[in-house]
């Protein structure tokens, strides 16, 4: 069937969108993508309700956001048999049993007309699981399409995504079954606190191009401090929350703009590099 995958990430800059032939196991075909960027005022209320639960403020003002704004891009992909919709991470604590994504289905059904599939953090969660990262089986799917169909080398291959939070997926399209040929994580912070750190100082939603910290100079003592974290010894699999590093703030308050964004890029660097073994 034709499935509309549908993903706002932690980086708060918009809703994604792409088509896929698929039958839940194999890709076929690859449709057409779409995004809808979140407008400065929209962005304000999720941010506003990070590291909210269910019922706390904020929260359904997010959640409601959630559902209009995707609801909005998927009116733009009419051949979609099915929507799947991640929602909004607002919060994500799977030591305790728990994640929240703002934003329901149900709603998004009843807005767009289509079949919705959701909430695929919470039941992994439920069933003993991290939660995240969330696309390992997609990322295996992925590589044996590349083997099968642009006659790659069939061998294992890393997949990294550095969203708000960073994370890889090391797979062996050689494998059939996903359980047995992924392994997955989160790195560490990657976008997040660079993009905080351009809100608060400069009114903008990103680092654009990493101009700014091109022109600093990254503070080792900082990173050093960063990496004798525990996280970066526990093994896989293992996830953060958005701001489960929010010590970086602090460490980079006294430096220029240019010094603090490049300190935070170089920081996301170097936690992929811990976590491929570098």
Request: charged residues 20%.
């Amino acid at each position: 069937m034709l499935v509309l995958g549908m993903m706002s990430g932690t980086s708060l800059d918009g809703v994604d969108a792409a088509v896929l032939d698929t039958d839940g196991q194999e890709i076929f075909a690859f449709g057409r993508t779409g995004y809808r960027a979140y407008t400065t005022g929209e962005a304000e209320v999720l941010h506003a309700a990070l590291g909210r639960w269910p019922g706390e403020a904020g929260v359904a003002e997010a959640a409601a956001l959630s559902v209009r704004t995707h609801a909005e891009l998927a009116a733009d992909f009419p051949e979609a048999e099915v929507i799947g919709y991640h929602g909004q991470t607002l919060a994500h604590d799977p030591g305790a049993g728990r994640t929240h994504q703002a934003g329901q289905g149900w709603r998004l059904a009843r807005a767009t007309g289509h079949r919705v599939v959701w909430d695929f953090r919470s039941e992994d969660v439920r069933q003993g699981g991290e939660g995240a990262p969330l696309a390992p089986f997609f990322h295996h799917a992925l590589a044996r399409w590349a083997v099968g169909q642009a006659r790659l080398e069939a061998a294992p291959v890393v997949f990294l995504n550095l969203g708000g939070v960073g994370n890889l997926t090391w797979c062996d399209p050689r494998e059939p079954d996903p359980l047995a040929a992924c392994v997955a994580f989160d790195t560490g912070p990657a976008n997040a606190p660079l993009n905080d750190l351009m809100r608060a100082r400069r009114g903008v939603p990103r680092d654009e191009g990493g101009r700014l910290a091109a022109r600093g100079t990254p503070r080792e003592p900082v990173i050093a401090e960063f990496l004798r974290h525990p996280y970066f010894a526990r093994p896989a699999p293992k996830s953060l929350d958005r701001d489960a590093f929010a010590a970086l703030g602090p460490a980079v308050a006294q430096m220029d703009d240019a010094d603090a964004a490049a300190t935070l890029t170089h920081a996301a660097a170097a936690a992929v590099a811990a976590g491929v073994g570098l």
